[in-house]
Structure formats: C-alpha cells, structure tokens
C-alpha cells in the first residue's frame, strides 16, 4: 500500500509540472501586462524598462525556472493589477466560490441518492421516468443558461430572491468572509447554488441509477433475497454500499470540474469568487494572477483525485494489484 501511495504522489507531482508549463505558455500569449499597468502617455523606452524590471523580456525557461524556485518558497507570483502575492489575492476570493462549490455538493448528494436508488429500485414507475427525462434535459442544459433563466423567474418575475453578489457577510479567524451565518448570505446563494448544481446533478442520478440497477442483478444480491433478508437491508446495505465505489470515483473528478464551472455562474450571478477573479484578470491582462490561479486550481484537482485514489486502493485491492503489474 505504501508503494501504491508514492506512486500516486509522483504522478501528482508530475501533473502539477504539466499544468505549470501549460499555464506559463498560455501566459506568453494572454495580452501585454505592461499596457494595462501605463497610460497612454508613457513612452516605449519607459515600457521596457518596466518589461525589464518585471522580468518580462527574459526566455521562456527563465521565467519558468524563477517560477519553480519561488514556488517552491510559497511565491507563485506577484498581481500585476492589485500590487500583491497572487496568492494572497486567490485566498481573499476563494471563501465565496468554496462556499458555493460546497453547497452545490451537498445539495448534490441530497437530491441524487434518494432519486437515483429510487428509479433504480422502482424503474418504471411515473417519477423514474421523470426523473430519467428530467436527467436528459439537465445535462444538456448550459449552466449559463440555468442561471439566466432562475435570475429570470425568481429575481424579476416573482421578486424573491437577489440575483446577484454575496448579500451580508461575517468575517470569521480575520480572512474568511462567510455568507453561511446570515440569513441574507443564504437568500443570495440559493440561486447560484442551484444553477451550479444542475450539470452535475443529473449525471450523477443516471450514475448512481444505473450502478444500482446493475448490483442488483448480481448473484450475491439474488442470494440476500433468496436468504429472507429485508428489502431495505438488501437495498441499502448490500446493494446501494456497492454503488458507491464509483460513485466516489466519479464524484472526486466532478468536484474539481465544479470549480471550473464556477466561472459562468459567478459571472452571471456577480458572485466575488476566484471564477470572476479569473475573468477580471483575463481582461486586465494580469497574466501572473492568470498562471497562480491555474495552478492553485489545478493543485486542488489533483489533490483531490490522488486522495480518491488512495481511498479505492483502500477500499479496494485489485486497484492497487492492476497497478503494480
């Protein structure tokens, strides 16, 4: 087993390389940082010299390798636009979108374990196939276009709900703003929480449905049946505890796509996250904050698939078996 966890950390570690590389090109390429940091007035011999001191004009390897060791010192960067460590900006915004990445994941499990073991149980019955047709419309539905559509009927039709920002927050250890612990930061993430819920949730109700329907054809299932054993035993202990080994699979990889969905619905909802950081960023030109966020997202995917990872090892052997050979 330890074997089994080294190997997964050297494969993270390897993936980090990449998506620094892949970041610091993508940087070459994203506008001019010195424009947006002068006016118009400033001269072209002023602007060099401010490429220079930046460190701008150096090769591509240069750069990349004064990254890695800065890096390696918790520096991954310096705000072009808000004059501070990229990082510290990151940490000021990602209370708001872990926040709404949170609340989506738990309204998530909330919704699609009772629907999926439901229509996997009772396939046939008027809410599975709601559901299952329902499922069809959501995944093909752009979040954008669900977030669009709630701010439409709750915000403007109806009136009951905000349709954009955080509403009133409570700060909390003198970094972390939450609008967990007041009743108008809960009104305000209702509907971000739903729109960023609606591409996963459907998914996971047809994956958990048919992974369910799928255990319940086993032999061993069959046998609990055959021994007397309740329905709900059968159901939820023997069948639905199966279900999960994928599901969990899945699930890690999803939590980290939902970060990366953020970005459309906090830019409709104006939700003051590291997703319209992002944006802001793109149109400032501020391609050192760009490259911090890409990585700092990317460290939080990778860690969170090598940690699910680790758990299936755990849970499960020919995991860790198929891997060595």
Known sequence: ????????????????????????????????????????????????????????????????????????????????????????????????????????????????????????????????????????????????????????????????????????????GGWWDTGLLTLDGLKHLILPTISLSSIMLPLFIRLIRSEMMEVLQTDYIKFAWAKGLHRWRIWFVHAFKNTLLPVITVGGVQLGMMIAYTILTETVFQWQGMGFMFLEAVERSDTSLLVAYLIFVGAIFVCVNTVIDIIYGLVNPMVRITGRS
């Open 1 to 172: 087993m330890f074997a089994f966890i080294v190997r997964r950390i050297l494969q993270a570690v390897v993936v980090m390389l990449i998506i620094s590389v892949i970041g610091f090109a993508i940087k070459q390429n994203v506008g001019d940082p010195v424009r947006q940091l002068t006016g118009i007035s400033v001269s072209k011999a002023e602007r060099e010299a401010l490429r220079d001191q930046l460190g701008l004009n150096d090769p591509f390897l240069v750069q990349y390798g004064r990254f890695l060791v800065n890096a390696a010192k918790g520096d991954i960067g310096q705000s072009y636009f808000y004059k501070k460590p990229a990082m510290e900006v990151i940490l000021k915004k990602a209370p708001a979108t872990l926040e709404l990445v949170l609340c989506s994941s738990i309204l998530i499990v909330l919704v699609s374990i009772p629907v999926g073991i439901y229509s996997a149980i009772y396939p046939k019955r008027l809410f599975s196939r709601f559901a299952m047709s329902g499922s069809i419309v959501g995944v093909s539905f752009p979040v954008f276009l669900t977030a669009i559509l709630l701010v439409y009927i709750f915000a403007i039709k109806w009136g009951v709900l905000p349709s954009y920002g955080r509403g009133e927050t409570v700060n909390i």
